[in-house]
């Protein structure tokens, strides 16, 4: 394709995109969420049920952050829907996707954002039980973990004939 024949800027959309975020109470899921809803986006954040067993470490800054939504004033708040979710369990992805779509008709953009890193040496990482545990459970966040939310969110977007699917991984991924 020629210089010439590259378009010098996107189209616009015609109205607010449809983000599904699989971390939505990280760091970058806030930060996403954040940029996202001020251009007048619709953002429907993942979010890991906390209790006694797993407490979420980023659970304050995402309260946080719907606090900061609820004092905006404007329609912020109905633009953005959290809904708990494992991505590593396929039923919850099915029903994020399904929440998507009750809510507000379509997925625009899906971003799996869901990561973590277990820092050691192979012989440490296998040296016992639970630390094979914690190895075979940062595979299933950070692989199986977008699969399933992939292979939930594609029949709908085969239907829609539209829509993209980012994955932001890291070394561990």
């Known amino acids: 394709m020629s210089q010439a024949s590259v378009p010098s800027h996107f189209p616009a959309h015609d109205g607010p995109r449809v983000w599904v975020i699989s971390a939505g109470s990280s760091p970058i899921g806030i930060a996403l969420a954040r940029q996202l809803l001020a251009h007048g986006d619709i953002v429907v954040a993942g979010v890991p049920e ?14 946080a952050f719907l606090d900061e939504l ?3 004033g404007s329609d912020w708040e109905e633009r953005m829907k959290p809904v708990i979710m494992d991505i590593r369990i ?12 009750s809510a507000f008709g379509r997925i625009d953009i899906l971003i799996c954002c869901s990561s973590q890193a277990i820092i050691g040496t192979v012989e440490e990482l296998s040296a016992s039980e639970r630390t094979r545990l914690l190895v075979k459970d940062q ?29 932001l991984g890291g070394i561990s991924t």
């Open 90 to 101: 396929m039923n919850e992805c099915q029903v994020i996707i399904a929440e998507a779509i």
């Open 50 to 63: 906390s209790n006694l067993e797993r407490e979420d470490p980023h659970g304050a800054d995402f309260e």
């Open 70 to 72: 609820a004092s905006k």
């Open 139 to 167: 595979f299933e966040l950070n692989y199986f973990g977008p699969v399933n939310l992939i292979k939930a969110v594609l029949p709908q977007l085969r239907k829609q004939k539209n829509g993209h699917i980012l994955v």
